[in-house]
């Protein structure tokens, strides 16, 4: 069995892809539709710390933009728990992405961890597309 085909597989719509900065971990969020799957663990292996399938409802994508930074992010939520992961410009157009864990949600709750991801890893799918797939954009970012 060729465990990478089945994991390019298992994600057939990839909203995001990324490793932190030192590849020892990667991140990953995928529609399987009517859910989204979120997945964080050890970069390559089959089966993930943390595997999370929950429902398109229960998560959000959002844009902000100006002269200086250019940022998406996608949120998911889990119980009392959110998962934002976080790509784009700053404003030395420098490319910088982030995955942050919050307790409650990211507007009102409290950050958890931060973890710097490597933007040289990251596969960006998050578009006004995801609406089709029955994803909230959100205001708030």
Same mark, same amino acid.
């Given at each position: 069995m +060729?465990?990478?085909? &089945?994991?390019?597989?298992?994600?057939? /719509?990839?909203? %995001?892809? &990324?490793?932190?900065?030192? +590849? /020892?971990?990667?991140?990953?969020?995928?529609?399987? !539709?009517?859910?989204?799957?979120? $997945?964080?663990?050890?970069?390559? =292996? &089959? +089966? /993930?710390?943390?595997?999370? !399938?929950?429902? =398109? $409802? #229960? !998560? +959000?994508? &959002?844009?902000? $933009?100006?002269? =200086?930074? #250019?940022?998406? !992010? %996608?949120?998911?939520?889990n119980g009392g728990t959110s998962y934002q992961i976080s790509a784009g410009t700053n404003d030395g157009g420098e490319p910088l992405a982030s995955l942050y864990v919050y307790k409650g949600t990211p507007e009102s709750g409290k950050l958890l961890a931060e973890l710097k991801l490597d933007p040289h890893t990251v596969v960006n799918n998050i578009s006004h597309a995801l609406s089709d797939d029955g994803i909230a954009q959100s205001d708030d970012i």
């Open positions: +060729h465990t990478a085909q &089945a994991e390019n597989q298992r994600c057939v /719509k990839p909203v %995001f892809y &990324a490793q932190t900065v030192n +590849h /020892k971990k990667e991140v990953e969020i995928c529609i399987v !539709t009517p859910s989204v799957l979120y $997945s964080f663990g050890k970069t390559g =292996a &089959a +089966h /993930k710390e943390m595997n999370i !399938t929950v429902p =398109a $409802s #229960s !998560t +959000h994508y &959002a844009y902000q $933009s100006n002269q =200086a930074i #250019s940022i998406q !992010t %996608f949120t998911v939520r």
